[in-house]
C-alpha cells in the first residue's frame, strides 16, 4: 500500500511490528459484519475462496495484481497462511480485487475470472504475481494476460469468449465499492472476520504472525 501501514478502525489499536491492527465489533451501520449473499463482505458462486467453506474464520483480502505490497504479501506471508490456517481447516481465503492502479489491473483481475471458470483462478491469481512488472509498464496488458492464459494451458477460446465479454465488470466495480465501505484507500488491505461477526482489519504486507493474533484473538468468543 505505497509502503504505509496504518490503523484504519479504532476500537482497540494494537502495535505490531511493522504494522497496526484494529479490532471492531461492528459495521458502520451498528450491526456486526457477516460473510453474507450482499453488502461489503459478500461470498457469491464467483467470488474466489480457497479453503474449506465450513472454516470458522475468514480472510477477505482486497488486492490489486499490480501492487507491490500485494506481491510482497504474496511471496512472504500467504504461503504460512495456506499452509497453518487455510490446509488446517481454520481459516479460509477469500479474494476481492481493488484495482487501484487502473486499466490494467481491471484487465488482470478480468483475465483471472475468465480463468476461474475453467477451475484455475488461483493458478492465474500466483502466475500474475509471480510475474509481476512495474505497475502501468504493460506487463498486464491485455495481449500479455492472454499470453499468460496460454502459458497456464488454458482452452483459449473459452478463455477469450469471457476475457472479451465484460461479464465481469459489475463484480469488479461492487468489489472496489464494498472496499471503499470498509474504508479501503490502497492494496492489500484485510478484513479477518470471525464466527462471532467480529472482525480485525490489517493494511499493508503484514507478517503471519499478525493474522495469527488476529485469528487467536476469536478464541472464546
Known sequence: ?????????????????????????????????????????????????????????????????????????????????VQNLVNTGKVKLVWKDFDYYGPDSTSASEAAYSAGE???????????????????????????????????????????LSFNSGKYDSLIKNNFADGQKLGTNGTPTFVVLGPNGKTVQLVGAQPYSAFEMAVNSFAGG
Open 118 to 160: 475453467q477451475g484455475k483462478f488461483w493458478e492465474f491469481h500466483n502466475y500474475l504475481y509471480s510475474h509481476q512488472g512495474t505497475p502501468n509498464s504493460g506487463w498486464a496488458s491485455r495481449a500479455n494476460l492472454v499470453s499468460f492464459a496460454q502459458s497456464l494451458g488454458l482452452n483459449m477460446t473459452q478463455f477469450n
Open 1 to 81: 500500500m505505497r509502503g504505509r501501514v496504518f490503523l484504519v478502525a479504532v476500537v482497540l489499536g494494537l502495535a505490531l511490528g511493522a504494522g497496526y491492527f484494529a479490532f471492531s465489533g461492528s459495521s458502520g451501520n451498528g450491526g456486526n459484519l457477516t460473510s453474507s449473499p450482499s453488502g461489503p463482505l459478500s461470498i457469491t458462486s464467483v467470488t474466489p475462496v480457497r479453503g474449506a467453506a465450513n472454516a470458522p474464520v475468514t480472510i477477505f483480502e482486497f488486492g490489486d495484481f499490480q501492487c507491490i505490497y500485494c506481491h510482497q504479501w504474496f511471496l512472504n506471508t500467504e504461503p504460512q497462511i
